[in-house]
Structure formats: structure tokens, C-alpha cells
């Protein structure tokens, strides 16, 4: 019998965002923007474009911005449409169209596995998509539907894992593994941010989690964890010892906007492959370059 399709995703952002702060004070990080659209847009398209069509969106009390990013804007749209911009009218509207969206709220922010576990009764008995709201993921590396792929062969859950430098494991999951073929590894240990010296590898959990709905039992019966939030990394720890799991490899192409420096990164990256901006950027860029002594 071949597993159950995956239909359903899973946007936790209702994190503080305390690394982004001042901005993140009236503003959720999630909304940043990179050109013109806020980061959330680039993961629910993401989402989309992998074909998914039921997206449940874990948000707060400080959050309200993001339903509305999602909604409909009709002064806007017939404004628009009214002075015959049409294209931009649609590209409006089209946001509210991108999928069946939902919204949940986490009253108070303890943890990443206590969020996806907000997610319980809208997912019921199917494997679900997680792409954490504050991580973009470029389309050509193509990781979510890479995994989609795995789980179809292999019916069982599968992680996004990233090689970073031994020192930076600290800031991460991170997983023993044992190779199953060119892109995928089998895990056998997670361990959330250990120091360099005992992480069992530098392979780093990066932020695309395709799970079994058994992960849910797990959340259920996760303690809090490092830094005292329920660490989803525990909950897949204790689901390695009832399933097996898979972990999709990858090498490039994943921004952490929740991080200064990587939303940075992803701004320049992402404004250079603009039709509309890219070869004015580009060149704005060589003269800064060239005043900065770079070339
Ligand atoms: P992060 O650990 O990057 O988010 O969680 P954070 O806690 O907001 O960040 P800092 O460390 O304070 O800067 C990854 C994703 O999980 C969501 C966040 O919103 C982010 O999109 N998250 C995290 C929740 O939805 N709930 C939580 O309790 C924690």
C-alpha cells in the first residue's frame, strides 16, 4: 500500500524573535522583508510550489500582521484595478489565494515542538510538511520536495539536514547518521545544540521536517528541554525509538532571516536574481565593492 499523500504543512512562527530585536518589538521577524515581500510569503510559496494545499500557520497575540499579510485588501485591489493596474490587483489578491490557509494561536511561546503540537487536531491522521516561518529555502535546491519523495518511497518521517562547521553545531539539532544513498542518511541519534566536542556529527537539523502524525503522541509527552522550551529535537529523539527516520541532505540555498547576518544575506541574494531590480542592484553592488577595496 503506498503511503498517504502529503496535503497538509505546518508554519510555526510564534517565536519572540529576540535575536531580531529592536525590530522585532511591534513587528514579528517573520514579516521582514526581503525586496518586497515579508519572509513568510517566500515559505508558504514554498509550500505551494512542493503541492501542498492546506497550510496551518502557528501565530501569537503579537502576530495579527501575518493574518492580515494573507487576507484579502480590497480598498487596495479596486484601487488598483480601478486606475487599470490589473497585474499588480491580481498579485494582490492572488496572496489570499495561494492556499487554504489557517491560523492558530500559541498563547505563550514554549518552544518549537510545543507549536507543532498546537497543530494536533487540524492534522489528525496524516504526515504533515513543517517549515519554520523565519527560514527561507531558495526553489532550485528543491529540499521540500526532495523530501516529499523520500517519504513516498520510504513512509517514514524525514529531516532536512545541513553539514556547518564543527564549532557552529552548538546553535542546532544535530544527527548521527549512516548513509542510505547520494542525498539520503538514516538517523540514529538527535542530540538539540551540543557542544562541538560531543556532537556525534556536523550534521545540522535545518528547519524542513516532514513527519508521520506520530510525532504528535511524542510532543505530548516532551519535557521542556534546553533553554526550558519544549525542543522538537527531544520529541524526534524519542519518535527514533518507534520509527525509523530519514534525513534529506543538502549543501546550499537555506537563509536563516531570524539571523541578522543570513537576512542580510538572503535580501542581497534574492534582490540579484530579481528581473525587475537585479542588474541595477548587481551594479550598486560592484561600486561598493570596489569603494570597500572587495575587487
Ligand atoms: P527560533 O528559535 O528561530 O525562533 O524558532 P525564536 O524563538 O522566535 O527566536 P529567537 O531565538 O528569540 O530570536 C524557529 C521558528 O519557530 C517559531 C518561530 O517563530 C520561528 O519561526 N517558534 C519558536 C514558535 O512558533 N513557537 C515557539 O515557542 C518557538
Redesign the pocket.
Known amino acids: 500500500m503506498s503511503p498517504k499523500p502529503v496535503r497538509k504543512a505546518v508554519i510555526?512562527?510564534?517565536?519572540?524573535?529576540?535575536?531580531?530585536l529592536p525590530f522585532s518589538k511591534a513587528v514579528p521577524?517573520?514579516m521582514l522583508p526581503v525586496v518586497d515581500q515579508p519572509v513568510i510569503q517566500y515559505v508558504v510559496e514554498e509550500a505551494v510550489d512542493a503541492g501542498i494545499e492546506d497550510i496551518l500557520i502557528?501565530t501569537s497575540r503579537y502576530k495579527k500582521s501575518i493574518e492580515d499579510h494573507f487576507d484579502r485588501l480590497l480598498e487596495i485591489e479596486k484601487q488598483l484595478a480601478d486606475k487599470g493596474k490589473e497585474a499588480e490587483a491580481e498579485q494582490i489578491r492572488s496572496i489570499a489565494e495561494l492556499a487554504q490557509l489557517h491560523f492558530v494561536r500559541?498563547g505563550q511561546?514554549?518552544?518549537?515542538g510545543?507549536?507543532i503540537g498546537m497543530a494536533r487536531n487540524h492534522i489528525g491522521d496524516e504526515p504533515f510538511l513543517v517549515l519554520?516561518?523565519?527560514?527561507i529555502m531558495h526553489p532550485e535546491a528543491g529540499v521540500v520536495k526532495g523530501m516529499i519523495e523520500a517519504y513516498q518511497e520510504h513512509a517514514c518521517s524525514v529531516v532536512a539536514l545541513m553539514e556547518v562547521p564543527k564549532q557552529d553545531i552548538s546553535s542546532y539539532g544535530c544527527a548521527a547518521v549512516s548513509e542510505v544513498s547520494d542525498r539520503l542518511v538514516e538517523v540514529s541519534e538527535l542530540v538539540e545544540k551540543p557542544a562541538p566536542e560531543v556532537a556525534p556529527s556536523n550534521l545540522a537539523i535545518m528547519?524542513r521536517y516532514l513527519f508521520t502524525p506520530t510525532i504528535f503522541e511524542e510532543i505530548a509527552q516532551t519535557k521542556p528541554g534546553v533553554g526550558g522550551?519544549i525542543q522538537i529535537t527531544d520529541a524526534m529523539s524519542s519518535l527514533l525509538g518507534r520509527e525509523k527516520m530519514l534525513g534529506y541532505t543538502f549543501a546550499e540555498g537555506r537563509f536563516d532571516t531570524?539571523k541578522k547576518i543570513d537576512y542580510l544575506r538572503a535580501v542581497v541574494e534574492l534582490a540579484l536574481e530579481r528581473d525587475d531590480l537585479g542588474d541595477e542592484f548587481r551594479s550598486i553592488l560592484g561600486t561598493i565593492a570596489k569603494r570597500e577595496g572587495l575587487t
Open positions: 510555526p512562527a510564534a517565536g519572540l524573535g529576540t535575536r531580531f521577524k517573520e502557528v500559541q511561546p514554549l518552544g518549537l510545543h507549536a519554520l516561518g523565519d527560514d528547519g522550551e531570524g
